[in-house]
């Protein structure tokens, strides 16, 4: 009986010893997620993608830190759509936003100067009320979440702004045509517009008639007071530094490198002197966004600021001693412009793929949605690696919810990547991988594989096409082997009747598909 009793106190000391050493263990906090999103940036526009006339030291020592992926895709061709589809995880069969709409229903609203004295004008038509995004999944689990950068997806005094969508905080722009200025009249800090000390420049002013192209006072307009991108990495800094001590969340949505080009200029001057003289990019005429006296410099410039940026950025997380708890992913939304005196060819943009208009920005081909892409946690990722698994924007949904070990509310079109970053076995794949886009002609592509169909022409006055294209063979895809194999378009022709969703605002809809021109 003694020795019973002996057993049991020893017991009880040894669970009250656990209990002890359990409380006084200290708790590990859930990582700090990090996305940053580059606007138009191209496949091939940093160095780690194979970029060699633009310098990103930066981004490309953050990349070697992880695990890149050459197989990401962007859920669109063009801004807005790509951005719904990575915060909501639905593909574009199945997504509210499938283009770019400008809401213009509402009045003028290309009109800048109408714009700066009706905040009514601005922004996009707004998503559904109750629409639930990773920052309201994430702000369940504790996390302050916050956008900096380009909203441009819903307009204000509506319930489509970050605010009501799951932000804790934002700042940047609200609306994706005041982008189109690095030098706005105003941005917005989360409800309210704060006015800069800029004049009332509208994007798109033509090059003055009768002023020199080759005298830099001629381009005087385009530089102004508050340089937008410094403003917003200043707030993007302060939100890092004020929840250091808890779990964050932080959408970085850069407007950089989408026109126009305006760049600080000590960055310019340092590409003017490695490019030397380039023939300027004269706005007007049709041409687009605002002139610029060496519009390969700047371009250059603009990247090579953002990388700058970027470097700062993971310094203070290093020193703040929460970067080995980040997890820091880094794409873009779509491939690289042609338009406003960007210039895909001079920079090899889309590299290995086709980056010229047609076939980049706009566009379901490889050089228009497949984006530079990697993702870097140290002790949790190992540095230096390489990963060819498809994968998109909609997956991010249920990779970060896989990460913090919260249930989704509603089905997503992704699949969690979480067991590839951490080199685990069980990973998952798409059987297929969907792209419906209703501007630039009206386009459908659909992934199987390594095989990928391509369908243009579905909504203008042209032939509609039927393309497939065996992207291990023929990554830029210049080779039509469609005649080829019928069967491939079979497959293709199930999963696009599957999984396509009548758009719900005319402007996303394409009549042709309904009518089953999909079908064979």
């Given at each position: 009986m003694k020795n019973l009793f002996l057993v049991f106190l020893f017991t009880i000391l040894l669970f009250s010893c656990q209990e002890e050493k359990k409380a006084m263990e200290p708790e590990v906090q859930k990582p700090n997620i990090i996305y940053i999103l580059a606007d138009d940036l191209g496949y091939a526009e940093i160095g780690a993608f194979g970029q060699e006339k633009i310098e990103t030291p930066n981004i490309d020592a953050l990349a070697k830190e992880g695990m890149i992926?050459?197989?990401?895709?962007?859920?669109?061709?063009?801004c807005a759509p790509a951005r719904y589809m990575f915060l909501t995880g639905k593909h574009s069969g199945k997504a509210f936003i499938r283009g770019n709409d400008e809401w213009n229903d509402r009045g003028d609203v290309w009109n800048y100067k109408a714009m700066a004295k009706d905040s009514t004008l601005e922004g996009q038509r707004p998503v559904p009320k109750g629409t639930k995004t990773i920052a309201n999944y994430l702000k369940d689990e504790g996390y302050k979440t916050a956008l900096v950068g380009k909203w441009g997806l819903g307009a204000p005094h509506t319930h489509s702004i970050p605010n009501e969508m799951g932000f804790d905080f934002f700042y940047g722009f609200n609306c994706q045509r005041q982008a189109h200025t690095y030098y706005p009249l105003h941005l917005y800090k989360n409800r309210n517009r704060v006015h800069l000390a800029n004049d009332t420049i509208a994007p798109s002013s033509p090059f003055p008639k009768g002023a020199d192209p080759k005298d830099p006072?001629?381009?005087?307009?385009?530089?102004?007071?508050?340089?937008a991108p410094d403003l917003m990495f200043k707030e993007l800094t302060g939100f890092v530094a004020e929840n250091k001590d808890i779990p964050f969340f932080l959408y970085w949505a850069t407007?950089?490198?989408?026109?126009?080009?305006?760049?600080?200029?000590?960055?310019?001057?340092?590409?003017?002197?490695?490019?030397?003289?380039?023939?300027?990019?004269?706005?007007?005429?049709?041409?687009?966004?605002?002139s610029h006296q060496n519009p390969h410099a700047a371009y250059a410039a603009m990247v090579s600021y953002f990388d700058e940026n970027v470097g700062k950025l993971v310094k203070q997380l290093k020193d703040e001693g929460i970067y080995d708890n980040t997890l820091i992913v880094f794409t873009s939304d779509n491939g690289p412009s042609y338009a406003g005196g960007a210039d895909p060819e001079f920079f090899d943009s889309a590299k290995p793929f086709d980056g010229k208009y047609g076939k980049g920005k706009g566009f379901v081909y490889e050089g228009g949605i497949r984006v530079p892409t990697f993702f870097t946690w140290p002790g949790k990722i190992k540095r230096g690696t390489t990963s060819d698994l498809p994968s998109a924007h909609y997956d991010m949904l249920a990779t970060f919810a896989d990460i913090v070990d919260t249930p989704l509310a509603e089905q997503t079109d992704g699949i969690s990547i979480l067991p590839t970053l951490l080199g685990e076995e069980n990973q998952s794949q798409h059987e297929f991988m969907f792209w419906e886009f209703p501007e630039y002609g009206g386009q459908v592509a659909i992934r199987i594989g390594e095989w990928k169909v391509i369908r243009q022409h579905l909504k203008d006055d042209k032939e509609p096409t039927i393309e497939l294209y065996n992207l291990n063979d023929d990554p830029s895809e210049q080779v039509n082997i469609a005649a080829q194999h019928p069967e491939i378009l079979e497959e293709a022709a199930v999963i696009f009747k599957n999984e396509h969703t009548k758009a719900e605002t005319e402007r996303f809809q394409i009549p042709l598909i309904e009518q089953g021109l999909l079908e064979r």
């Open positions: 992926f050459t197989q990401h895709y962007s859920s669109a061709p063009v006072k001629s381009y005087k307009d385009y530089t102004l007071t508050d340089y407007p950089i490198p989408h026109v126009a080009l305006q760049a600080p200029q000590r960055w310019v001057d340092y590409y003017i002197e490695k490019f030397g003289p380039e023939e300027p990019y004269l706005s007007g005429e049709g041409n687009g966004y605002f």
